[in-house]
C-alpha cells in the first residue's frame, strides 16, 4: 500500500518517529512534564538569580522560597483590595491601583522573571531532535514537490508537530539573503544583520519560522511619512562614494555627524521600511500573530532628516500602514533612547497610543521624554513615557513595564501592538547606561504577547553586536515559545561569544541611581493621565 502511493516505508517509520517523540514530550498538547520537572529544578538559574541585587536587598530568600513553593503557587502574593494592592513587603496600607510606596518586586514579578513562563515552553533539545527527525524525512522523500497525497499528509503532520512544540501562535519571520547584506551596511551597526540571523539559524528556529522577504519598497511607500525632497536626496547620493561631496545640502537633511554619508544609503532605506511593512502586511492579513523584523526599528528619523543613527523612520511607517485596519495601536518602545520621532508622528491623533521607557537625563539624546509630555489636541495623554536613570535592573523595570502596560492597555483597549525591541538597555553596551539583561527584556516581550493581540516586534538600539544578536535570538524563541539551550551553538560567528560561550549575560554590580520616590510620582502620573482616556473621561487638565 505505501508503494502504492510512492512513499518509502522509511518515510513513514520517521514520521511516526516524530509523532511518538511529540506524544512522549507533550503533556496536554502544550505542557512539558519533563521539562516542567527540569526547570523545578533549575539549579542553576536559581543560583544566578539569587546573585541579583535590588537597592542593597538580597532577593535570594524569597527566590529561594518560591521554588521551594509547588509550581504555579506564590509564596506572598500581593491581594488586590477595594484600596488597591496590598504588599507583603512594606505591608503599606496606603495603596492605589499602580502599586505600593516600597516599590519592591512582588513575588509574581519575581517567579515571573526567574521561571519566564516556561512552563509554557518547549526544551531546546526536544527541538533538535525533531529538527534532526525532519531532516531524516526530507532526506528520504526524493522531490518534495511531487508527493502525492501521502507526502501532503506526511508535511500536515510534520508541520502539526511543529505547532505542538511551539504552541499555537504562528510567528512570521522577515528575511532574505539580500536584506541582511543590505542592512550589514549600516554604519553604527556594521554586520549586526547576519550575526542576528546567524544565531537565530544557529539555534534551529529557522524550520518553526514562517519566513518571509521584504517587499518592494519604493517613493510611494517612504513618502506615507517622509517628505518627497528627503526621499529624493537619499537617492541622489546613494551612489556616491566622496562623504565630502554636496555637504550643505547633506547637513540640511542630516547626513552628517551621526549619520553619516554612506553609499547605497537609499538601498537600505528601502530594505529596512520594505521589511517592517512586510511584518505590518503579514498582521494585517491575518497570516501570523507575530511578526519580526530585527533590522526595523530606526525611532529618530525625521520626516525631512536623518537622526539619532536612523536614516528612515521604518516604525512610523510601518504604524501608518497599520492604521488602515487597527483603529487602536499600542507602539511600545523599549529602547535606551526615548522614541521621539514616532512620539511626535502620532502626538495629535488616539489613533496611537505610545508608550517609551527610555535614559532621561540632562544632555542624553535626544533630550525629550520626560513624563509631562503626554500629546497634543485630541492626542492629550496618549503619549506615555517612563523617564528612567542609570542602573536599574531587571526585577524592578520589569515591575514598572508591567505596571503601566496593564493600565494602558486596560485604559486604551488596543486591537494590535508594535514593540521596539532596542537592546542598548542591555548590561554590556557601549551606552553602558542600564543594567538589564535577555531574561528581562524577554519578560517584557513575553507579557505582551500574553494579551494575544496581532504583535510587530521590531528591532533597534545595540552596539553590543554579540549580546544584541543574544537578545534578539531570545526574543524569537520567546515568541515561538521555546526555550534555547545555555550554549551558544557552532556556527560562523562563534568566536564572537567568547569567554563563556553563554546565551545569557550576567548583569553587574553597579549601583541602581533610580529614586523610590521619582520613580512612584512617575507611576502615579500616568496612571492618572491614563485614567483620561477612557470614554466618557475628561480629557482636559
Not at 512586510?278 to 525611532?299: K, P, Y
Not at 526574543?475 to 526555550?483: D, K, P, S, W
Amino acid at each position: 500500500m505505501n508503494k502504492l502511493w510512492g512513499v518509502d516505508p522509511a518515510v513513514l517509520r520517521a514520521v511516526k518517529r516524530i509523532t511518538d517523540a511529540v506524544v512522549q514530550h507533550v503533556h496536554d498538547r502544550k505542557l512539558l512534564d519533563q521539562s516542567v520537572e527540569e526547570l523545578s529544578n533549575d539549579k542553576d538559574l536559581v543560583a544566578e538569580l539569587t546573585e541579583v541585587e535590588h537597592n542593597g536587598k538580597d532577593t535570594s530568600s524569597s527566590i529561594e522560597r518560591m521554588h521551594r513553593s509547588p509550581v504555579g503557587e506564590h509564596s506572598t502574593p500581593w491581594k488586590r483590595t477595594s484600596a488597591g494592592v496590598h504588599c507583603p513587603d512594606c505591608k503599606d496600607t496606603k495603596l492605589v491601583d499602580h502599586g505600593c510606596s516600597c516599590l519592591e518586586p512582588c513575588r509574581e514579578v519575581e517567579e515571573e522573571l526567574v521561571d519566564g513562563g516556561r512552563f509554557q515552553e518547549v526544551d531546546h533539545s526536544v527541538l533538535g531532535a525533531v529538527n534532526s527527525l525532519t531532516d531524516d524525512v526530507e532526506r528520504l522523500v526524493d522531490g518534495r514537490e511531487s508527493l502525492d497525497q501521502s507526502g501532503e499528509t506526511l508535511n500536515a503532520r510534520t508541520e502539526a508537530a511543529a505547532r505542538l512544540l511551539c504552541g499555537s501562535r504562528s510567528v512570521v519571520y522577515v528575511w532574505s539573503h539580500d536584506m541582511v547584506q543590505t542592512c550589514d551596511l549600516l554604519p553604527r551597526v556594521p554586520g549586526r544583520a547576519s550575526r542576528v540571523h546567524e544565531l537565530i539559524e544557529a539555534y534551529g528556529l529557522l524550520p518553526f519560522l514562517r519566513t518571509a522577504p521584504p517587499i518592494d519598497c519604493g517613493k510611494n511607500e517612504l513618502t506615507s511619512f517622509h517628505s518627497q525632497e528627503y526621499v529624493n536626496f537619499l537617492e541622489f547620493i546613494n551612489n556616491e562614494e566622496d562623504s565630502e561631496k554636496n555637504m550643505v545640502q547633506k547637513e540640511e537633511f542630516g547626513i552628517s555627524c551621526d549619520c553619516p554619508s554612506v553609499p547605497r544609503v537609499y538601498d537600505i532605506a528601502k530594505m529596512v521600511a520594505g521589511a517592517s511593512l512586510r511584518g505590518a502586511q503579514a498582521l494585517l492579513s491575518g497570516e501570523c500573530q507575530v511578526a519580526i523584523n530585527w533590522t526595523g526599528g530606526w525611532h529618530h528619523g525625521r520626516r525631512d532628516e536623518a537622526a539619532g543613527f536612523c536614516y528612515i523612520n521604518d516604525v512610523v511607517i510601518a504604524l501608518l500602514k497599520l492604521t488602515e485596519s487597527f483603529k487602536r495601536i499600542l507602539y511600545i518602545d523599549l529602547d535606551l533612547h526615548h522614541g521621539d520621532a514616532v512620539q511626535d508622528a502620532f502626538a495629535y491623533t488616539p489613533t496611537v497610543m505610545t508608550v517609551s521607557m527610555h535614559k532621561y537625563s540632562p544632555g542624553f539624546y535626544p533630550g525629550t521624554g520626560g513624563v509631562d509630555e503626554v500629546g497634543h489636541g485630541r492626542g492629550r495623554y496618549y503619549n506615555v513615557n517612563v523617564p528612567l536613570e542609570d542602573g536599574i535592573s531587571d526585577p524592578v523595570y520589569f515591575t514598572i513595564f508591567k505596571r503601566v502596560i496593564d493600565e494602558a492597555t486596560m485604559a486604551y483597549q488596543p486591537s494590535v501592538v508594535v514593540v521596539q525591541c532596542g537592546a542598548d538597555t542591555l548590561v554590556g553596551d557601549s551606552m553602558n547606561c542600564l543594567n538589564l539583561t535577555i531574561n528581562g527584556i524577554g519578560e517584557c516581550v513575553r507579557h505582551v504577547l500574553r494579551f494575544g493581540l496581532p504583535t510587530l516586534l521590531l528591532g533597534g538600539g545595540g552596539y553590543h553586536t554579540p549580546n544584541t544578536a543574544r537578545c534578539w535570538a531570545h526574543l524569537t524563541a520567546v515568541a515561538l515559545g521555546v526555550r534555547l539551550q545555555p550554549e551558544i551553538p557552532d556556527h560562523e560567528f562563534f568566536l564572537e561569544y567568547g569567554p563563556d560561550y553563554q546565551l545569557d549575560v550576567t548583569p553587574s554590580h553597579r549601583p541602581d541611581t533610580n529614586s523610590k520616590d521619582e520613580l512612584r510620582r512617575v507611576l502615579r502620573t500616568i496612571v492618572d493621565n491614563l485614567q483620561k482616556t477612557i470614554p466618557g473621561a475628561a480629557n482636559n487638565g
